[in-house]
């Protein structure tokens, strides 16, 4: 899977890092940096990461 993030969406809620902080994280200038492919085992707290931003800027995207 290859995550994708709208950055023109996205406003940094970071509901995502609480989700998933493997994948997601606010740098020090608090924007929001990922991994754009994340190991399998990891689909679960990515799926989580998707459900739960308010703005629904994060999509799954086959590889």
Sequence with gaps: ???VVDRALCQTHAQCVFA???VFELDDDDR???VAE???GLIDA???AVWVCP???I???ER
């Design 32 to 34: 929001l940096v990922y």
């Design 55 to 57: 703005v629904q800027a």
């Design 20 to 22: 998933a902080p493997e």
């Design 59 to 61: 999509f799954l995207e």
């Design 38 to 40: 994340p190991d399998d």
């Design 1 to 3: 899977m290859r995550v």
């Design 46 to 48: 990515v799926e989580d």
